[in-house]
C-alpha cells in the first residue's frame, strides 16, 4: 500500500540547501486563503523565499477524474518551476492528515486498478467513538475525520505525498494531523493502543489478540494511558510519511500544523485533539504553529499583546528543529502592515521565523507588499547578525512538560509572559536538559519553579545540583517570586528606561552583542489599518561579557528611527561591562549591534 501507483513512480534526485530555513534567510508564506489561491507572485513580491502552496491540497475531498489529475499536475508543476524562478527556494505542498469532505462522493472518479490497491472504502476510514461507531468531524458540514492509524487512509495519504513531490514540491505540510476530542477507539488504534502499552509493559490481562472491544474497556480505565496513546499518534503518522516521502525526494522536508491557537493550549492541546509538540517535533524537520490572538499589538483597554515568550517556550520543546509561527489577532488572516513587520521582527528577535499570509484582495495588494518588503530585506541582509546568536539568560524557566497529562493548566507558560513583560532575559528548560546538566549556574543566575513540592525525584536532585552550584531557586507559588528573581539576578543583561510596551532581547555572537529593541505600541485598527504610537528618549544599560566596546551602531527598516552609529559609554560591570545606550527614536524594531 505504501507504493500505490496511479502515475508511473520515478525517483526525484537532490536534497535541500539546508541554510534555506535559516532565520533572517526564510521567508515562509501561505499561498492560499479560502477561494484566493496561487499567491506565489505575492509571496515572493514581499520577499517570501519558503512557499507554502496548494499543489494537491484539494485531494481531501477525492480524486479527479484521469484526464483532469494528469492536466492538474501538468498545472501544478509549471506553477511551483514559475515561483522558484522568482524566488522560491523552497515549495511546500499542502495535505490534509485527516479530514475527508464528501465522504458519499470521495471515491467516485476512482479508477478500478486504483481502487483495488486497499482492503476497504473510505467510509472505513473514519475515527470511531468508544462504541465502535464513526465519528463526525468537529470542523462540522460535510467534514468526516480520517484515522491516521489506519493503513488504508495512510496509502492514500502517501499517493497525495507523492504527487505533490513529483510536482516539484521540496517537502510536505500537514494540516489537522488531530485525533477527535473523544478519542478514536477504531480497531487499528485499538491494536496500536494494545502495543502501546506493551512496550511500557503494562500489563492489563490482555493478550495483544485480544478483541477490538476488549481493548476498548481497557482505553476507558486506563485514561491517562489513553491519553498518551492518543498523543503519539499524530508523531507516528508523521514519522512514517517523512520516511516514505524521502523514498520519493531525498531530503524531502516534513512538517505540521502544530497549532497552539494561543499560548494557554499548550497543555490542553495534547489532551483534546492529541496535538502533542515536544512528540511532533521529534519527527518532523521545522515546527510550524498557527496562534490565532496573539500578534503583538497594543489593545484598546491599554493592554499589551506580544508572542515573544511563546516562541521561548516553544524552543525547549521543539528539539532544536526550527520554529515557525503564523500569530494573528482575533482570528484574521489580515494583518495590517505595521502589525506584520512587527511581528516578522519579534520572531527574528527568537530565533524564529514569521509566516506570512500575502493572500491580500487586489486593491490591498500592492500596498502590503511595498509595506512588508523593507522588513524582508533588512533580515536577510542581517541574517548573519540572527543565526548562531546564544540567547542571553539570567533566568532559567523549568517547564515539566509531561504534566499534560494531569492537567491542562500550562503555569511555566504564564511565568514566561510574566518575565517577558518585565524584559528579564529568560530561557524555557524542559525536564531532559535539566535533568542532564545543561542549565549552568555560572551563566543562569536563577531557575524559576513551579513548586518544590511538584518536582519528580530526578528533577528535584538537578534542582539541587544547581543550587549547589551557586544558582538560586525560586518557586512561584510565593506571591512575591518576580521580585525574588530580580534579587538573584546581580547584575542584570539589560535594563531599559521607556514606555511599558517596549522590549528587549539580547544575544550573543562572539565579539558581538546584538540587542532587538522592539515597539508593541501598535494598534490594530482594521485588516489593513494600524497606529503606531512611536518610543522617544529610550535609555539602555546592556551587559556585556566584555569590557571594552568598539562601536554601537542601530540598524532598522523604519522610516524615522534612528539608525547608523549611536554614542555608548562602559562601566565596568561584575567581570564585564554595563554599556550606556541613548536611542532617540524606536518606531517598531530596532537592532542594536555592540561590537
Known sequence: ????????????????????????????AFDHLGS?????????????????????????????????MAHAKDEIAAYVRGAKRDGIRLAIGYVCATSIAGLDRFDRNWPAEFRAKFSSGPSAWLQR???????????????????????????????????????????????????HPQGCYCDDCMRRFAAFLDHRGANVGLGRDASPSAWRTIANTRTDDFLRFRASIAADFLADMRAYARTIKPGALVTCNNSLNSPDVLFRQCRTYGYNIDALSRVEDLVVVEDMTSQPRVLANGTTVEYGPTYEVLRSVSHGKPVVAIALADGDYHTPPDLTRLAMAEAAAHGASYLLWPTWPAEQRQRMIDAVRPESDLLRANASLLQDAAGRADVAVFLPFDEWVTTADCRPMRLAQALGAANVQFEVIDAEDLRNGKLDAGKTAALLIESADGLWADDKRAVEAFRAAGGTVVSADRADWLKAIRNAVAHPSATIQGPGTLRVVVRDQPGR????????????ISSFEDAVTPAEDVRLTIRIPRGAVRSVRAITADPGATQGPIESHADPDGGGAAVGIRLPRVVLSTMLVIE
Open 1 to 28: 500500500l505504501a507504493t500505490i501507483a496511479w502515475f508511473p513512480i520515478r525517483s526525484i534526485a537532490g536534497g535541500i540547501d539546508p541554510h534555506a530555513l535559516g532565520v533572517g534567510v526564510a521567508g515562509h
Open 36 to 68: 484566493l489561491g496561487e499567491q506565489a507572485a505575492a509571496a515572493t513580491q514581499s520577499g517570501s523565499t519558503i512557499l507554502y502552496a496548494t499543489g494537491f491540497g484539494w485531494m481531501y475531498e477525492g480524486m479527479r477524474p484521469p484526464a483532469e
Open 129 to 179: 467513538d468508544a462504541d465502535g461507531k464513526p465519528m463526525p468531524s468537529w470542523y462540522g458540514g460535510e467534514y468526516r475525520p480520517a484515522c491516521m492509524n489506519n493503513p488504508d487512509w495512510r496509502a492514500y495519504e502517501k499517493y497525495v505525498v507523492r504527487l505533490q513531490l513529483e510536482a516539484g514540491m521540496d517537502g510536505i505540510f500537514f494540516d489537522n494531523p488531530a485525533v
Open 513 to 524: 552583542t546584538i540587542v532587538h529593541v522592539l515597539n508593541l505600541n501598535v494598534k490594530r
